[in-house]
């Protein structure tokens, strides 16, 4: 089936902290795995994505890793910022379907 | 900004009403998706159309339709409307036909049914 698992729900952090949110998924056949950042009353914002064919990917603060393997990836993001606080989602491109299934979501809080 | 436009921004409506919303994807980008966010269904993708066709489709109802005219820009139509369809309505848009190309979402539509 078409299943992305996010975890953790809430996450809070110090400033300068790193943060960490983890994405499984089920399809096994899953080539593409975006990440979303959403601030309060704005659409999903493209932060950062990775491809099968990579295993790291990195973009000034935020890196992405992904486990084909193990079907997981994961989202850091190093010296959080105020700025950073919003709600994360992870996606994966599901072949079947031709779509993106999104996780549940992560909200981060930096606290200053 | 994503370049990425919707309008109206909110929309309040009653039972049994149908209702139209609108997109216009970035310039350049020939497919529009559709999606609902709800806070028990989360993020869910409706529909697909790249350059005036239906590309792919998700978990949308049957009273739900959209279509994309010559112009790119793309209407979800809903009728019938029930409490439980009250949520943000998305659009995304993307240069390619593949789902695995990169989304650019619009600011939403918020829809409150009452």
């Known amino acids: 089936g078409e299943n992305v698992e996010q975890h953790p729900s809430t996450l809070s952090v110090q400033e300068g902290d790193s943060a960490v949110i983890k994405c499984t998924y089920s399809d096994s056949a899953s080539n593409y795995f975006p990440w979303y950042k959403q601030e309060l009353g704005k659409g999903p914002q493209l932060i950062i994505d990775?491809?099968?064919?990579?295993g790291e990917k990195k973009d000034q603060r935020i890196a992405v890793t992904l486990n084909k393997t193990a079907k997981h990836f994961s989202l850091h993001i190093t010296e959080t910022q105020p700025e950073d606080s919003a709600v994360y989602f992870c996606?994966?491109?599901?072949?079947?379907?031709?779509?993106?299934?999104f996780g549940a979501g992560t909200i981060l809080r930096v606290k200053s | 900004d994503s370049g990425v436009t919707q309008t109206p921004k909110h929309l309040i409506t009653a039972t049994g009403q149908r209702v139209t919303l609108r997109c216009s994807p970035r310039?350049?980008?020939?497919?529009v998706y559709w999606y609902q966010q709800s806070l028990d269904q989360g993020l869910q993708f409706l529909i697909q159309y790249y350059n005036g066709e239906e590309r792919a489709k998700g978990n949308i109802l049957e009273r739900f339709s959209a279509q994309q005219f010559p112009d790119l820009h793309s209407e979800l139509n809903l009728s019938s409307l029930e409490l439980g369809d009250s949520a943000l309505y998305f659009c995304?848009?993307?240069?390619?036909?593949?789902?695995?190309?990169?989304?650019?979402f619009g600011p939403g539509t918020r829809l409150t049914v009452t």
């Open positions: 990775i491809r099968s064919n990579v």
């Open positions: 310039s350049g980008d020939l497919s």
């Open positions: 995304a848009s993307s240069v390619d036909s593949g789902g695995d190309y990169e989304q650019y």
């Open positions: 996606a994966a491109f599901m072949e079947y379907g031709n779509k993106l299934v």
